[in-house]
């Protein structure tokens, strides 16, 4: 147990095995505290009932996580712990704040508070599960009072894009670009907006276009247009073939679009994706050439 004696179910021991999920994963969904101290350090007997305290103080909406670096030594060394007490918070699998030393519990308590959710955290929340439920409408709500509450919450302003993408993709659009850049939220926002941008193509019919492709290969808006009709109906192959034509043709071509396209078809698919892979290495070597 902790140097306290006892733990509240908002405290933890944790060890070099478990660090990876009781702390990094755990962060995840809720802020997990970190207390890296030892039986023979005074001033951790200081601040150790403290941290318990305030944990068990805002239980439900923080973990504290205790780890004797005398017997986890791993975890304690990839974390440069050279002098004890060192408390460091956790949230989203990230450090985010850090102090070391017995503080006077108000300085605790003022790292703590950083550390909770704010009002419109807690909409949010609410927004996702409700949206994991199906409840789309109560989703949408929940996320509208966070964002009225914080214009640039990042959760919020995605889960207004994913909701609205089928319905409205205009606006879904102009939800995902509020995501800000640096959040974890941007990167799903990204995927999100390639494909509401791949899949609104207008005009003729895929045999209209291949005919007009038969009668004419250099027809360049013709195969735009058939390559983001394949896109749309995620034939992601066929549609990276054609847009690698077009820029192999002419890479200017409606201000770059087909490399646009191809950059959206790659967002989509993820950096790893074999296609993502193999058309990236072949739009470097045209573009590169």
């Not at 089928?166 to 390639?194: F, K, M, S």
């Not at 009668?215 to 009709?229: E, K, S």
């Not at 989509?268 to 072949?282: C, F, I, N, T």
């Amino acid at each position: 147990l902790g140097v306290s004696g006892s733990m509240s179910t908002a405290t933890i021991d944790v060890t070099d095995a478990t660090f990876d999920e009781d702390v990094l994963r755990r962060s995840e969904t809720v802020p997990v505290v970190v207390d890296f101290w030892a039986p023979w350090c005074g001033p951790c007997r200081t601040i150790g009932p403290i941290l318990e305290r305030l944990a068990e103080e805002h239980e439900g909406e923080l973990v504290l996580a205790k780890v004797n670096v005398d017997e986890n030594p791993a975890v304690a060394s990839s974390y440069g712990i050279r002098s004890i007490p060192a408390v460091k918070a956790f949230r989203g699998g990230e450090l985010v704040d850090e102090f070391v030393g017995a503080v006077p519990e108000r300085v605790a308590r003022q790292f703590v508070d950083r550390l909770l959710p704010t009002e419109a955290d807690r909409h949010a929340a609410a927004g996702a599960d409700a949206e994991r439920r199906g409840a789309a409408v109560e989703a949408e709500n929940s996320y509208r009072q966070a964002v009225d509450l914080d214009p640039n919450h990042p959760l919020a302003r995605l889960g207004l894009g994913r909701l609205l993408e089928d319905g409205n993709p205009d606006a879904a659009l102009g939800e995902l670009e509020r995501v800000l850049p640096g959040t974890r939220e941007r990167a799903e926002a990204d995927r999100i907006a390639a494909r509401i941008r791949l899949g609104r193509e207008e005009g003729g019919g895929e045999e209209e276009v291949r005919a007009q492709l038969t009668a004419n290969p250099r027809d360049l808006p013709a195969r735009l247009q058939l390559a983001r009709l394949l896109a749309a109906r995620e034939a992601y192959d066929e549609a990276l073939a054609e847009l690698l034509e077009i820029v192999r043709a002419d890479r200017a071509f409606e201000d770059g679009a087909a490399r646009k396209a191809m950059l959206d078809v790659f967002e989509v698919l993820g950096p790893r994706h074999p296609l993502a892979e193999r058309y990236r290495d072949q739009l470097a070597k045209v573009l590169f050439a």
